[in-house]
């Protein structure tokens, strides 16, 4: 009994060795880093958005609590409507990124925990709104 | 004596023993053997009637039309049409039911049914176009046929004539989704825009985007000062680039205050659309009860 507590002692180096733990956050947004090369503003959006990718974003991590993320979403709400109108809805969306008191009770969310906030619903386009309640889970 | 428990040990202990034990236990489960058929149309009947009252609509129609395969039952053709009904298989629903109108009991029920598939189908104008005056459900189908109203997009008709039919239980709904559809609680786009342009944040706020527009208030502001206290130091370009942020937050709030405006009233109406059919689909669509289905 006495001999057999120390096969199952715990002994320093195992105590205190360091976790292999990643605490890396894995983006759920893919990025394409493609140039689109069909026009000019599509070429120039793209330039942009892989500058911003390189520069800030792969650096940066994803941090942003939306999904789409807020780089995504300013390229989908260009090519889904404008240049023009695509930039009012990427400010809207930041300002919504930028608000301190977003929240599950107001946001629906997806299982990985990113809030649900598409692009089609900023269109102002007539019956495109699939309003989902409040505080629901999304399917990924 | 001795002699005669040795040999008995002998015989209890020999393989001749075990052998006979072993081929009397497997020949005797055919003597109690249940010599009734499992699979005879009446055992499909009744195991058809369990499926169908535990709701495995499915199995028990599978089970119903092996029994009608030897026999003709209407009572079974028309659980089989509501089976499929409740399945969401309206198009054979339909064609069990107008099988037995015209030739069978069920012919009010049956037309009943016919129009409730109307209803889940959402062709609401093919619904209300049918008249059964004579019909035993006469009350029940006017009910129906009025609350499809109430789904439809079509303008609402008077009141008075939607009203009339229902009990004071109903009532109390119907009177609360009519009004609200009649004069739904929507916010103006305009008016959400043209508040955020004099206010920065005042339309998201008033289109129920409180955080939000306490947030645009603070950023334009925020910018708008800086760029301000950049061009009475005379730092142009900083100041201009104050300006930038300052008018894309200022803009582009304009627009969000439109389009929340517009994601609210999305909410109104998906919620009340929500709450009128949960509410018929608590009443089973008005459907009276039928004694040889519950």
């Known amino acids: 009994m006495i001999l057999s507590t120390h096969l199952f002692a715990q002994v320093d180096w195992e105590k205190w060795e360091a976790a292999d733990i990643s605490y890396e956050l894995k983006s759920i947004d893919k990025k394409n880093y493609e140039f689109d090369t069909g026009s000019l503003s599509g070429l120039l959006m793209s330039s942009m958005k892989n500058i911003y990718y390189f520069t800030i974003s792969d650096l940066d991590g994803d941090n942003c609590p939306f999904h789409p993320s807020c780089s995504n979403f300013y390229v989908s709400a260009v090519k889904q409507t404008n240049i023009f109108k695509g930039t009012l809805m990427f400010a809207d969306r930041f300002t919504r990124d930028s608000n301190l008191f977003k929240s599950r009770n107001h946001y629906k969310f997806y299982s990985h925990g990113k809030f649900h906030d598409p692009v089609e619903i900023y269109t102002l386009k007539e019956n495109v709104i699939n309003h989902i309640p409040q505080k629901s889970v999304v399917d990924d | ?294």
């Open chain 2, 1 to 294: 004596m001795i002699n005669n428990f040795v040999q008995c040990r002998i015989f209890f202990n020999s393989k001749f023993f075990f052998y006979h034990l072993l081929i009397l236990l497997l020949f005797q489960n055919f003597g109690f053997a249940q010599s009734t058929n499992l699979f005879s149309p009446n055992n499909r009947f009744k195991f058809g009637n369990y499926l169908f009252q535990e709701r495995d609509y499915l199995r028990a129609i599978d089970e119903y039309k092996s029994y009608l395969s030897t026999n003709k039952n209407d009572t079974l053709n028309f659980k089989i049409g509501f089976a499929y009904s409740r399945m969401g298989n309206y198009s054979e629903s339909e064609r069990y039911f107008k099988k037995l109108i015209g030739k069978s009991i069920f012919i009010d029920e049956s037309k009943f049914e016919l129009l409730k598939i109307n209803y889940l189908r959402e062709n609401f104008s093919d619904l209300r176009s049918k008249s059964f005056p004579s019909n035993k459900f006469r009350t029940e189908t006017l009910k129906l046929q009025h609350y499809s109203y109430l789904s439809d997009e079509i303008e609402l008709p008077d009141s008075n004539l939607l009203f009339s039919i229902y009990n004071d239980d109903e009532l109390i709904f119907v009177r609360d989704f009519y009004n609200r559809k009649l004069n739904p609680e929507y916010k103006s786009k305009t008016f959400a825009a043209i508040l955020s342009a004099f206010i920065p944040g005042a339309g998201k706020i008033y289109a129920g985007e409180t955080g939000d527009g306490i947030t645009a208030l603070i950023l334009t502001g925020l910018f708008s000062f800086l760029a301000y206290d950049n061009f009475q130091a005379d730092h142009k370009i900083r100041a201009w680039i104050f300006t930038g942020l300052s008018a894309f937050f200022y803009a582009g709030n304009i627009y969000g205050s439109a389009a929340a405006a517009q994601i609210y009233n999305a909410g109104i109406k998906l919620n009340l659309e929500n709450e009128i059919q949960v509410f018929i689909n608590q009443k089973k669509y008005f459907t009276p009860r039928y004694d040889f289905i519950d």
